[in-house]
């Protein structure tokens, strides 16, 4: 099937490899969805997250092992997103190493600050979606945008360990065999976010508040609104480390102060200037759905490697700035009240000419590449909801063609969770048929 050209790249870009940062520090890069990291101290070892799956932190171990044998005392979390703690037990081994993560970290491992519960069948089937777990590799899955979709999935999620203590919101400095390492909070991506800061090898270890996408400030699979003011804040406070390096929780390190002051402003910059574009379109009167269609990065901005959208949409993130702001009513009083689906969908039905006026206008839409509108007009007719023989079988039309549609429409996407969400959910589609 067909895939976008930019990802085309990505399987050569993510290929497995151990890099060496310093002289005692390593990356395992390319074995899972995000990045494992090894400090050598004088007698034992310190690891900065997890991975995904037991299976992929069997083979990162495996390679650590050729550099040392020392025994791992200390496991750092970044944050509490299961791709950064799953591979804990086969690090931790017999070592019994301490587990330090923030006071925030979040124990359902969805980050979320809520203690009301979420609807978890609805996420479960969302992740799956998002993350295209079942989809085939390459053909239909070629990477999450911000790691490889050659991988292992054995454990996926499997070998989580809770922290043994909690870092508190003032931060800490420890020496660990002979390492000097601070511990900072940075709410980001998750409001339970600690980087670690090595100040000697001017390393910042800042877990998933940077990495080679325009940043997912909202997730497909459901997220809480992730606080967008407070990533920019967190994103000065990074800059002002002046790293040498950075080494983020996805994607490759970044070597060079002025390389890692530069990629870290225009993040923080792009999430500004959404902030700043929404608000004032917001401000303007202009509803949530005119938002989505019209913020857009600047072009210097836009272009750029890291900010491509491989992984983070900016439409969502409108979308999501103005529901964590002021919640789901857009301001147009038509928003108020709404009639059902099914309602709307035999109006609309009737107003075109009947069922197979609507079939054609869609075809018509498919076969000039006009995906959006072709699914938005092939929706009317999935959610006709109607039971009568004649119409079954139209329906039953319309899903097959809805699914055809999404699997032609996700080979277009530059961002790989809408690709997944197209292609996973057009397999549902098919099978409840
Ligand atoms: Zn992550």
């Given at each position: 099937?067909?895939?976008?050209?930019?990802?085309q790249?990505h399987?050569?870009?993510?290929?497995k490899?151990i890099?060496?940062?310093?002289?005692?520090?390593?990356q395992?890069?390319?074995f899972?969805?995000?990045?494992?990291?090894?400090?050598?101290?004088?007698?034992s070892?310190?690891?900065i997250?997890?991975s995904?799956?037991?299976?992929?932190?069997?083979?990162?171990?495996?390679?650590?092992?050729?550099i040392?044998?020392?025994?791992?005392?200390?496991?750092?979390?970044t944050?509490?997103?299961?791709?950064?703690v799953?591979?804990?037990t086969?690090?931790a081994?017999?070592?019994?190493p301490?587990?330090l993560?923030?006071?925030r970290f979040?124990?359902?491992?969805?980050a979320?600050a809520?203690k009301h519960?979420?609807p978890?069948?609805?996420?479960?089937?969302?992740?799956k979606?998002?993350f295209?777990?079942g989809?085939?590799?390459?053909?239909?899955?070629?990477?999450?945008?911000?790691?490889?979709?050659?991988?292992p999935?054995?454990g996926l999620?499997?070998?989580?360990?809770?922290?043994?203590?909690?870092?508190?919101?003032?931060?800490?400095?420890?020496?660990?065999?002979?390492?000097?390492?601070?511990l900072?909070m940075?709410?980001?991506?998750?409001?339970?976010?600690?980087?670690?800061w090595?100040?000697?090898?001017?390393?910042?270890f800042?877990?998933?508040?940077?990495?080679?996408?325009?940043p997912?400030l909202y997730?497909?699979r459901g997220?809480v609104?992730r606080?967008?003011?407070t990533?920019?804040?967190?994103?000065?406070?990074?800059?002002?480390f002046?790293?040498?390096v950075?080494?983020p929780?996805?994607t490759?390190?970044?070597?060079?102060?002025?390389?890692?002051?530069t990629?870290?402003?225009?993040?923080?910059?792009?999430?500004?200037?959404?902030?700043?574009?929404?608000?004032?379109?917001?401000?303007?009167?202009?509803?949530?759905?005119?938002?989505a269609?019209?913020?857009?990065?600047?072009?210097h901005l836009?272009?750029?490697p890291?900010?491509?959208e491989?992984?983070g949409?900016i439409?969502?993130?409108?979308?999501?700035?103005c529901?964590?702001?002021?919640?789901?009513?857009?301001g147009n009083?038509?928003?108020l009240?709404?009639?059902?689906?099914?309602?709307e969908?035999k109006?609309f039905i009737?107003?075109i000419?009947?069922?197979?006026?609507?079939?054609n206008?869609?075809?018509k839409?498919?076969?000039?590449?006009?995906?959006?509108?072709?699914l938005?007009?092939?929706?009317?007719?999935?959610?006709?909801?109607?039971?009568?023989d004649?119409?079954?079988?139209?329906?039953?039309?319309a899903?097959t063609?809805?699914a055809?549609?999404l699997?032609?429409?996700?080979?277009?996407?530059?961002?790989?969770?809408?690709r997944?969400?197209?292609?996973?959910?057009?397999?549902?589609?098919?099978?409840?048929?």
């Amino acid at each position: 099937m067909q895939t976008h050209p930019e990802l085309q790249e990505h399987p050569q870009y993510f290929s497995k490899e151990i890099v060496q940062l310093a002289d005692n520090v390593y990356q395992a890069f390319g074995f899972a969805a995000s990045n494992v990291y090894m400090i050598v101290g004088d007698d034992s070892v310190i690891i900065i997250d997890t991975s995904e799956s037991t299976s992929a932190a069997t083979n990162m171990l495996n390679e650590f092992r050729k550099i040392t044998q020392l025994p791992i005392k200390t496991i750092i979390y970044t944050h509490s997103h299961r791709d950064h703690v799953s591979g804990a037990t086969v690090f931790a081994n017999d070592d019994k190493p301490d587990i330090l993560a923030s006071t925030r970290f979040s124990d359902d491992s969805l980050a979320v600050a809520t203690k009301h519960p979420l609807p978890t069948k609805a996420m479960q089937a969302r992740t799956k979606r998002q993350f295209g777990i079942g989809l085939s590799y390459p053909d239909e899955f070629i990477g999450i945008g911000v790691g490889p979709g050659d991988r292992p999935m054995k454990g996926l999620g499997a070998g989580s360990l809770p922290p043994t203590r909690r870092i508190g919101d003032d931060g800490e400095q420890l020496t660990l065999s002979g390492i000097d390492l601070q511990l900072v909070m940075a709410p980001g991506e998750t409001p339970d976010h600690m980087v670690v800061w090595y100040p000697e090898k001017k390393i910042l270890f800042c877990g998933d508040n940077f990495y080679r996408s325009f940043p997912n400030l909202y997730a497909i699979r459901g997220t809480v609104y992730r606080d967008f003011d407070t990533w920019v804040e967190t994103l000065d406070l990074l800059i002002d480390f002046n790293a040498e390096v950075l080494a983020p929780g996805h994607t490759k390190a970044i070597n060079g102060a002025s390389q890692v002051k530069t990629l870290l402003s225009d993040y923080r910059d792009a999430i500004a200037h959404i902030i700043e574009h929404t608000r004032n379109g917001m401000d303007a009167g202009l509803t949530i759905d005119q938002l989505a269609n019209t913020v857009k990065l600047p072009d210097h901005l836009a272009e750029k490697p890291h900010l491509r959208e491989y992984y983070g949409r900016i439409d969502w993130s409108v979308r999501a700035y103005c529901v964590g702001t002021l919640g789901w009513f857009d301001g147009n009083p038509t928003s108020l009240g709404t009639l059902a689906p099914s309602d709307e969908a035999k109006r609309f039905i009737d107003l075109i000419g009947g069922p197979d006026a609507l079939i054609n206008a869609a075809e018509k839409a498919r076969s000039e590449s006009d995906y959006q509108w072709a699914l938005q007009l092939i929706d009317r007719l999935v959610f006709l909801d109607d039971a009568s023989d004649n119409n079954r079988s139209i329906i039953s039309k319309a899903k097959t063609l809805k699914a055809e549609l999404l699997k032609e429409y996700a080979g277009e996407q530059i961002n790989c969770c809408a690709r997944h969400y197209y292609l996973q959910y057009a397999k549902e589609l098919n099978a409840s048929e």
